[in-house]
């Protein structure tokens, strides 16, 4: 059986597990306050628990170190976007305890982050991340997180349909800096991701072959990708190679910054001037890969090609990159009028003679008429 007694004015618990003692503060002067912690200490013994610590002494920090801690180990890509929902949520939990981790209080966080103007695609990802420093939390040993508040996730429409006419493209890419249309343009025709393109390295290419590829485990799906340099992308890279020789960068990657001793980082402020020079609408890197997917089906390319160039897994999201455009939508009406002009007969029973364009009635097969 445990006791207590006093340090000084704390009172201390003292309790044995498997024949080990264990002491603890119950940072109280009040004695029911300490008998109140080793009653709950000496039930989770009792059903073969480990006690855990005081969970009113953990606080949002900790969990997030440990959420970023689990991305660095499990070498997670999206790291970087998981630290952006770490800092978000800071502005609402920081230095609040576990137990003050509420339900209401998650709430007045989406309510705060809405008014922010943030999407629900958005905050719907920041509550995962919170969902996911709890869980881990939780299931730590000790736990450091005695529940999982429910967490209600937000209605999305977050189906996005920005993609590139080929005009607007090519205004795009006149607008930008030189080290960073070649970046685009390979992006434009292969639909590779960003992080793709960027950590893309001369380890990975075979110009004698104009072949390039990703290893298993380099992309986000975990599978690997080879794609076949056309004549415009075999300038590009020839370009960037013969750069790489004569010393004007001397990274391994194939897109260096602009000052060519790293790889692309952030090029943010670059592309949003570039939409602008160009007269277009606010454009995300990502609408080209979009509009890659979208270029090679209506090219011909068999589907499942590319999707094995785009790097697409799953066909429903294949789908939904696989966008219609306004003039996919009049082109459709052209050809259903041009159709329909030559369907010279105005009754179902009549048959069209396409090339005297006359009509004659077909003979019915009812006998009763």
């Known amino acids: 059986m445990g006791s207590l007694y006093l340090r000084g004015n704390t009172w201390w618990i003292k309790y044995y597990r498997q024949g080990k003692c264990f002491r603890e503060s119950s940072e109280s002067t009040k004695k029911m306050v300490a008998k109140k912690l080793l009653a709950r200490?000496?039930?989770?013994?009792?059903?073969?628990?480990?006690?855990?610590?005081?969970f009113d002494k953990v606080i949002f920090e900790d969990l997030a170190d440990n959420f970023l801690k689990d991305y660095k180990i499990n070498q997670k890509k999206s790291l970087a976007k998981a630290q952006r929902s770490v800092n978000h949520l800071k502005k609402s939990f920081e230095r609040v305890r576990v137990p003050q981790i509420t339900t209401?209080?998650?709430?007045?966080?989406?309510?705060?982050?809405?008014?922010?103007?943030?999407?629900?695609?958005?905050?719907?990802?920041?509550?995962?991340?919170l969902k996911r420093m709890l869980n881990l939390g939780a299931q730590q040993t000790p736990p450091i997180v005695d529940r999982v508040p429910h967490i209600s996730m937000l209605i999305e429409n977050n189906v996005r349909k920005g993609f590139f006419e080929h005009d607007d493209f090519?205004?795009?890419?006149?607008?930008?800096?030189?080290?960073?249309?070649?970046?685009?343009?390979?992006?434009?025709?292969?639909?590779?991701?960003?992080?793709?393109?960027?950590?893309?390295?001369?380890?990975?290419?075979?110009?004698?072959?104009?072949?390039?590829?990703?290893?298993?485990g380099m992309t986000k799906n975990k599978e690997g990708r080879t794609i076949y340099l056309d004549d415009e992308l075999m300038e590009i890279f020839n370009t960037q190679r013969s750069l790489q020789k004569r010393g004007e960068f001397i990274v391994p990657y194939v897109f260096p910054n602009r000052k060519g001793d790293d790889?692309?980082?952030?090029?943010?402020?670059?592309w949003s001037t570039a939409c602008q020079?160009?007269?277009?609408?606010?454009?995300?890197?990502?609408?080209?890969?979009?509009?890659?997917?979208?270029?090679?089906?209506?090219?011909?390319?068999?589907?499942?090609?590319?999707?094995?160039?785009?790097?697409h897994k799953t066909r429903s999201v294949f789908e939904r990159y696989n966008i219609v455009s306004d003039?996919?939508?009049?082109?459709?009406?052209?050809?259903?009028?041009?159709?329909?002009?030559?369907?010279?007969?105005?009754?179902?029973?009549?048959?069209v003679n396409i090339e005297n364009k006359k009509g004659f009635q077909k003979k019915s097969e009812n006998p009763c008429h």
């Not at 200490?41 to 005081?54: H, L, M, N, S």
């Open 277 to 311: 020079k160009a007269g277009i609408a606010k454009r995300l890197f990502h609408d080209l890969r979009r509009t890659a997917v979208r270029n090679m089906v209506r090219s011909g390319v068999p589907e499942g090609v590319a999707m094995m160039i785009s790097g």
């Open 104 to 129: 209401p209080k998650i709430n007045e966080f989406i309510e705060n982050r809405i008014n922010d103007g943030a999407a629900n695609a958005t905050i719907n990802r920041e509550l995962s991340a």
């Open 170 to 216: 090519l205004a795009l890419r006149d607008a930008l800096p030189g080290y960073l249309k070649g970046f685009v343009t390979f992006g434009y025709k292969s639909g590779w991701r960003v992080s793709e393109i960027t950590g893309l390295r001369w380890s990975n290419v075979d110009l004698n072959k104009r072949i390039v590829w990703l290893e298993i």
């Open 41 to 54: 200490k000496e039930g989770d013994i009792a059903k073969g628990k480990i006690p855990g610590v005081r």
């Open 327 to 351: 003039t996919d939508l009049i082109i459709a009406a052209q050809k259903q009028e041009v159709y329909l002009k030559t369907q010279v007969g105005t009754n179902p029973g009549t048959v």
């Open 263 to 270: 790889g692309i980082r952030d090029f943010r402020r670059a």
